[in-house]
Structure formats: structure tokens, C-alpha cells
């Protein structure tokens, strides 16, 4: 743990600043949505399927979660959401508000990482 905060953490900090600043910058550039910003959202949805999974695992070799169990995988289910939605957002609408739209995914996914850690070992 670094500064009281797993892997898992600073793996979905590093992951979700870059996916915002990819879709970011090609917003910025007037594109719609293309490979590089729908990409670096399914990077962020592979991320979190591994973060169920290992959680899934975490669960049964060890006591779980410290606060409510329903209540942190239900914030995974819904981080998981998330860019699932807007992926299929900039699929629908090719426009480039899309493009910022696909931005917005990574911090708030790293808000819920942050909040499932808590969840996990401090509540």
C-alpha cells in the first residue's frame, strides 16, 4: 500500500488520468469518437472485469470487504457500467461530444476505485 491505497488503486489512478487525457486531447482536436478514445475506455472496462474477478477472489480467501459487501460490489457493478455506457454512447452518437463523453469515464472510475479501497479495508 502506498499512502494508505492498494495496486488497485493507483493501477485504476494511471489508467483512468490517461483515458481522459486521450479522450481529452482528441476532443480538444474536434475528432469523434475513434480507436483511440473508445479503446482507452475498453482498456478501462478490461480493468475492472480483472478488479471483479480479483475481488471475487479477494472474497474467498480472505474476510472480504470491511464495510458492506452488497455496497461494494455494488459500486463495482456500477463502475463497470459506466464506460460500457459511454462505449456505447460514441457508438450511437458519432459526434465529437461523444469523444467527451468518453472523458469523463476515467475520473469518475477512479473516484469509485478510491471509494471500493475504503470500502474494502478502512470502513
Not at 491505497?5 to 479522450?23: P, R
Not at 480479483?54 to 459506466?82: C, F, H, R
Amino acid at each position: 500500500m502506498i499512502a494508505g491505497y492498494d495496486l488497485w488503486f493507483w493501477i485504476a489512478l494511471v489508467l483512468g488520468l490517461l483515458s481522459a487525457l486521450v479522450c481529452l486531447v482528441q476532443f480538444l482536436r474536434g475528432k469523434v469518437p475513434d480507436d483511440f478514445s473508445q479503446g482507452s475506455v475498453l482498456v478501462l472496462e478490461a480493468f475492472l472485469v480483472v478488479y471483479l474477478i480479483g475481488s471475487i477472489v479477494m472474497q474467498i480467501v480472505t474476510d472480504g470487504p470491511s464495510g458492506d459487501a452488497w455496497e461494494y460490489y455494488g459500486y463495482l457493478l456500477t463502475a463497470m457500467l459506466i464506460p460500457a455506457g459511454t462505449f456505447v454512447w460514441s457508438l450511437t452518437e458519432r459526434t465529437r461530444w461523444s469523444t467527451l463523453m468518453l472523458a469523463v469515464a476515467g475520473p469518475i472510475i477512479l473516484v469509485m476505485v478510491q471509494r471500493m479501497n475504503v470500502l474494502w479495508y478502512y470502513y
